[in-house]
Structure formats: structure tokens, C-alpha cells
């Protein structure tokens, strides 16, 4: 007897013959059995079958005592599809039709953390990101002694070194073209909003050099006061960083804009 193809075969017969079982319950008007069958689906992991189920029973138990845990489960069948979008707005809705529910501050908490799963790398629009910054933050604001609570600060930190990774790279694009106006500009701006990162040596710097080269090309009327700029920022970046590798540049710069601030006078 070749065993292979007989457990095939009852492999296939055995598929089949659930499927038939499943389309007969998805016909079914028995609606308590199929609360039961889905709940049976979702503990065995089978989440797309009790997702299919549950969608159809939510208006059938609405209000009824069997309503908060039914949706409970069918918003976590997106989640565990890896839906996250849906997901994130189920989790979202659970709270605002259970507020009560003491499941409420864990659907709160996922909502956070679906946005947080969808954010985008870097490079890509961080619409998404600052979205779950804003819902964690709400998170970590109504529930503060939640034992979630240190994983949404987290969640937030790494979204923050994401927005403050992208800030970063349109800088250095600023400075691969020659845009000075702009590299001073978001350079304030970036160590403004991201007092501790640890690119602010470097940006520093590169407000020093981009206040001597704006400055050196610029008319009699501004070229002054951008001069000026470089020994005020050099004499800041000098004070902060003493050890900086950036030093020597910059000291270079702050000793041309002396030299050309004499020619000035």
C-alpha cells in the first residue's frame, strides 16, 4: 500500500468535507451556533473563518450581552491578519462603543500601536508616524499607570528618532545643494525641536559653514552681518563641543570670516 498517497487522499477528503461543513454554517440562520463556531475558529488561530462569522453576528448581537466580547475577538482577527489599518480603527471604535469595558485601556493602547506598525521608514511621508505619536501620547496621557504605559514611551521615542532621522537627511540634502538660507533655517529649527539629538554637532556645524558661504557671496548690505554670524555660532559650537571633529573646519571658517570682515572696514 503506498501510505503517501493514502494520507493525500484523506488529507483532501477531509478538507473538502470542512469546507462543505463552513458553507453550510455560513448559510446557516442559527446564529448562536455560529457565535459558538466562531469562537471555536478564533482559539484554534483560523481568523479569516472567524472573521467572516463575527462580521455577520456584530449587527445580529448588538446590545446584548454577547456584543463586547464578539467584537473584541473581530477586531482582533485584523490585527492577527496582519490588517493593521483596520485593525487600528476597530481598536479605536471598541473604546468609543465600550468606554466602560475593562478591555478599553488595552484597545487603546493597540490602537497606538497599529499606527505605530504602519509607520513608514524614514525616507517615506511620516504622516502615519506623527499620527501614532499623537494616539500614544493620548494613550500614555488617559491611562498613566497603565502597565503599558513604558512601552508607549518607547514606541514614541523611536517614532520621534524617525522624524528626527528624516529632518536630518532634508538637511543634508539642503547642504549637498548649496542652500544655505535653508540649511540655517531648519538647522535652528531642527535643534529647536530636537534639543538632545545626537546630530545637533554636526548640524551646528554646518550652520557655521552655511552662514560664511551665504555670507561671502552675499551683497556689502548682508555680507556684514552673515560674517558676524560665523565667530557668534563658532564661538557657541567651541563652548559645547571642545573635543568636536568638526573643530578644525570650523575654526577655519570663523578665522576667513575675521579676515574678510577686516577687508570690510
Known sequence: MNWKKYFISISIILSVSSCNNYNKLLKSTNYELKLEKANHYYDKKNYVRAQQLYEELIPIFKGTDKSEDLYYRYTWTHFYTGDYSLA???FKNFVRQFPTSEKAEECFFMNGYCYYLNSPKYSLDQTATINAIKEMQSFIDNFPESKWVDSANT???ILHRKLEKKEYE???????LDDYKAVITAGKNFQKDYPDSEYNEEIQFWIIEAYYLLGINSIPDKKKERLEKVGEYYLKFVDLHP??????????YYIKSKEELNLLQ
Open 243 to 252: 573635543q568636536s571633529k568638526f573643530l578644525k573646519d570650523a575654526e577655519r
Open 88 to 90: 487600528q480603527f476597530h
Open 155 to 157: 514606541i514614541v521615542s
Open 170 to 176: 532634508i538637511l543634508k540634502q539642503y547642504r549637498l
